[in-house]
């Protein structure tokens, strides 16, 4: 899939491990490891918008379009 999740690069950056981070958006660490491994076939706005609030970033830092 030409997107990349760089969610653990800004969880590392920001000293937060993926368990808080699930904690603090209200969704399973389960979801969170889909998510995180590029697993997930979608994102809802809503995730995406709580995780850039928790971890003060952009979607642009999590979400990275790579031609194949």
Do not use: H, W
């Amino acid at each position: 899939m030409p997107i990349n999740i760089n969610l653990d690069k800004i969880l590392e950056e920001r000293g937060m491990k993926s368990n808080e981070l699930a904690e603090k958006i209200g969704i399973t660490t389960a979801n969170l490891s889909i998510l995180k491994t590029g697993k997930a076939k979608a994102v809802r706005f809503s995730t995406l918008e709580a995780i850039c609030e928790a971890l003060e970033c952009q979607p642009g830092d999590i979400l990275e379009y790579t031609e194949n």
